[in-house]
């Protein structure tokens, strides 16, 4: 016999990390129940003294988000750390929580690194001095290694990541994270409340299919009380090299990121074309940003991270403000 | 005494079972899905698509279906029919929500057991093939579909790449994840393979080329074969259009007519 109950939880569910979440007359029945009822959304207070004292000395704390698949969302983060990193005054780290599907030791050029325990715990693997990545990419041994973990052993990782790598005085922690809205993405919120995050970059195409996840993402932020620091429009058009002619393949119908960006009173940080170099960089594991300098696509994400610099630098000044 | 007679299961009058899936997201699995139940409907076929992406489910808007409710009857959930004919039918967490935008923002164990229920309590009623489009990645949806069908005997897995390394990469897992879990592989998709500059004709490898044939090769699987990017493919879908009824000269047609053709021929070799 079925029952419609899952059916009406999915309207009525309080949220995983509401003060009613497993308490609501909703709740019965659910799955979730005990997890939530259990505080599990709370943070234990022990394990959060940890990560707070290990993410001390962490300046500024990016999360690139999408609920859309296959948007850029990896592209983009090793391009921010790239960019960030340009400035070799700035310590930078890139964390891949993208358990099932890690692409950032290949884009980052890091493909077969291993990661070496210290006394100090594990150590980033280094692209520059300044650049320090880490990933479940490290952990396995060959290409063909599937991850096939439910959502708990998954959480358990992450909380590892966040716990045990020695990252040492970071001016910027970038989050790359897996399409979604799931364990990843709440654990991820979860365990960083411990320290703060400075907000979240949401990544998208021009198309509605994407758009229609894009907007569940930012209402995840809003829910979660994530400040989004604004939209990437990504693959927003394509100049053919030789007629020079403009094709939209992911045509924007429904007005693409700017409308919903007026739509939801968020910013669009920009619009970066189609560009067959920045696959290409990527799977070599090169900078597009360095192998490709004139393209248009390089100086769209060049004005974007400089627009998150200084958003960065806004709130870092709003905060010493305060203090 | 009711209680002691077997059930009649809903997926007893489902011929094939296949799923489509991928390591990479953003790939083309629910393109492919969309296009795959098309053409087979029009070789005939009567064909049902459930949506296992919990978070990012595409299936609704790519048959503009996406205001449709679900209705129960006595053996379960109705699926959404795409139209009066009742070739194609649905089951997605998009008919669900009461708001497109309402993040479904579930742990494991909740995602779990909606799945089992999309499983078993779907009325599907009589289908050549059932289609089940799943999120990317090798998780909680994954191991519970493959869990829960187990018992139906699936006909195996299609999965979908794009050409460039990345997403080959995240490739090789999944078809890791189906020999673990005992699916077999029909075949590889290569998808985004190729633009044709609809103004002058050149062809630019966006997401560069070969990928997915030279995996399929490297690991034994057949090759479906390559699907190029398609303009007027991408508007089909955003605007729920039937692609392979109303743009058979387009560019990517042949490719995915070519996919359909092979999953059919391997079908009537099963039963011969």
């Given at each position: 016999v079925f029952s419609l109950s899952l059916a009406l939880s999915v309207a009525d569910c309080p949220g995983t990390s509401s003060a009613q979440a497993g308490r609501a007359a909703a709740c019965q029945g659910c799955p979730n129940q005990k997890l939530c009822a259990g505080g599990a959304a709370a943070p234990d207070p022990a394990e959060a003294a940890e990560l707070r004292e290990r993410l001390r000395s962490v300046k500024h704390t990016i999360l690139v988000l999408s609920g859309k698949g296959g948007v850029g969302k990896s592209t983009f983060s090793a391009l921010l750390a790239h960019g960030l990193a340009a400035d070799e005054a700035k310590q930078v780290a890139l964390l891949d929580i993208d358990i099932c599907g890690p692409s950032i030791p290949k884009m980052m050029g890091l493909e077969g690194e291993q990661v070496h325990q210290s006394g100090s715990g594990w150590s980033p693997v280094y692209v520059e001095e300044n650049l320090g990545v880490m990933s479940v990419g490290f952990l396995l041994s060959s290409p063909d290694d599937a991850v096939i973990w439910r959502g708990p052993k998954k959480n358990g990782l992450i909380k590892q990541f966040l716990?045990?790598?020695?990252?040492?005085?970071?001016?910027?922690?970038?989050?790359?994270?897996?399409?979604?809205?799931?364990?990843?993405?709440?654990?991820i919120v979860q365990y960083?409340?411990?320290?703060?995050?400075?907000?979240?970059?949401?990544?998208?195409?021009?198309?509605?299919?994407?758009?229609?996840?894009?907007?569940?993402?930012?209402?995840?932020c809003r829910k979660v009380k994530l400040p989004v620091i604004g939209v990437v429009e990504n693959m927003s058009g394509f100049i053919c090299?030789?007629?020079?002619?403009?094709?939209?393949?992911?045509?924007?119908?429904?007005?693409?990121?700017?409308?919903?960006?007026?739509?939801?009173?968020?910013?669009?940080?920009?619009?970066?074309?189609?560009?067959?170099?920045?696959?290409?960089?990527?799977?070599?594991?090169?900078?597009?940003?360095?192998?490709?300098?004139?393209?248009?696509?390089?100086?769209?994400?060049?004005?974007?991270?400089?627009?998150?610099?200084?958003?960065?630098?806004?709130?870092?000044?709003?905060?010493?403000?305060?203090? | 005494l009711l209680s002691f007679l077997p059930e009649r299961s809903n997926l007893a009058g489902v011929r094939h079972i296949l799923l489509v899936l991928s390591g990479k997201g953003g790939v083309g699995k629910s393109t492919i899905s969309t296009e795959l139940a098309l053409s087979l409907r029009h070789s005939g076929k009567k064909v049902g698509i459930l949506d296992v992406d919990l978070c990012g489910p595409s299936i609704p808007c790519m048959f503009r279906v996406q205001d449709n409710d679900v209705h129960q009857c006595d053996s379960g959930w109705v699926p959404v029919f795409v139209d009066q004919d009742k070739s194609?039918?649905?089951?997605?967490?998009?008919?669900?929500?009461?708001?497109?935008?309402?993040?479904?923002?579930?742990?494991?164990?909740?995602?779990?057991?909606?799945?089992?229920?999309?499983?078993?309590?779907?009325?599907?009623?009589?289908?050549?093939?059932?289609?089940?489009?799943?999120?990317?990645?090798?998780s909680d949806e994954h191991i519970s579909t493959v869990e829960a069908l187990r018992p139906y005997k699936p006909l195996g897995a299609i999965l979908v790449t794009t050409p460039q390394a990345v997403s080959v990469g995240d490739v090789r897992r999944e078809l890791t994840f189906c020999k673990k879990t005992g699916l077999r592989v029909l075949g590889i998709v290569e998808n985004m393979s190729g633009f044709v500059c609809p103004h002058c004709s050149e062809c630019t490898n966006i997401f560069s080329k070969g990928g997915g044939e030279e995996l399929a090769k490297h690991a034994g699987v057949p090759f479906l074969g390559c699907v190029p990017l398609d303009p007027q493919l991408s508007q089909s879908l955003e605007e729920g259009r039937d692609f392979i009824q109303e743009f058979p000269k387009s560019s990517a047609f042949p490719a995915l007519a070519h996919i359909a053709q092979q999953i059919l021929d391997g079908t009537s070799q099963q039963s011969s």
């Open positions: 716990r045990d790598v020695d990252w040492g005085e970071i001016d910027y922690l970038i989050v790359d994270t897996p399409p979604g809205t799931s364990d990843e993405h709440l654990s960083l409340s411990a320290t703060h995050i400075d907000g979240a970059v949401i990544i998208t195409t021009p198309q509605e299919v994407s758009l229609q996840d894009v907007r569940k993402e930012i209402n995840f090299p030789k007629c020079k002619n403009e094709s939209q393949i992911f045509p924007p119908t429904t007005g693409g990121a700017e409308k919903m960006c007026q739509n939801l009173n968020v910013s669009l940080l920009g619009k970066v074309p189609l560009d067959p170099q920045i696959g290409k960089s990527c799977d070599k594991g090169q900078s597009f940003l360095s192998e490709a300098p004139e393209s248009p696509a390089t100086s769209s994400y060049r004005n974007i991270i400089q627009r998150i610099q200084e958003y960065c630098d806004q709130h870092h000044f709003h905060k010493e403000k305060i203090n | 194609i039918s649905l089951m997605s967490i998009g008919f669900l929500l009461e708001k497109p935008d309402d993040a479904v923002v579930w742990r494991g164990p909740k995602k779990n057991a909606l799945i089992k229920q999309f499983v078993a309590d779907v009325a599907w009623g009589d289908l050549d093939f059932l289609i089940v489009d799943t999120p990317p990645g090798t």
